[in-house]
Nanobody, 122 residues
Framework: QVQLQESGPGLVKPLQTLSLTCAVR??????????WNWIRQSPGKGLEWLGQ???????AYNPALKSRTSISKDTSKNQFTLQLNSVTPEDTAVYYC??????????????WGQGTQVTVSS
């Protein structure tokens, strides 16, 4: 049973970089069974996929956020990280990490973290 746990600051100032880490337990981040994803949900809005990283380190990003987003992984620590640059209050959201293969809907992801609230405010 894979368990995911997000961590990072709950408050980020505008124009700074949001950095979150997802610790993977009960499984290896090098597995070919899953891709490792970041997803968020802003107040009053639906889920939004931010990007993913594969076991080999290949990345894919939401085109709308690609210029500000970076996902990396640390195999030695079995974790992966999201960085979102130049944040604005519109980036305020609950951020989730999730593991899954080829998915069609958010319900297809196999595992989710509990989510972490990030507020962008001065």
């Amino acid at each position: 049973q894979v368990q995911l746990q997000e961590s990072g600051p709950g408050l980020v100032k505008p124009l700074q970089t949001l950095s979150l880490t997802c610790a993977v337990r009960g499984g290896s981040i090098t597995t070919t069974d899953y891709w490792w994803n970041w997803i968020r949900q802003s107040p009053g809005k639906g889920l939004e996929w931010l990007g993913q990283i594969t076991n080999r380190g290949y990345t894919a990003y939401n085109p709308a956020l690609k210029s500000r987003t970076s996902i990396s992984k640390d195999t030695s620590k079995n974790q992966f990280t999201l960085q979102l640059n130049s944040v604005t209050p519109e980036d305020t959201a609950v951020y989730y990490c999730a593991a899954g293969g080829v998915v069609t809907t958010f319900a297809d992801y196999d595992y989710w973290g509990q989510g972490t609230q990030v507020t962008v405010s001065s």
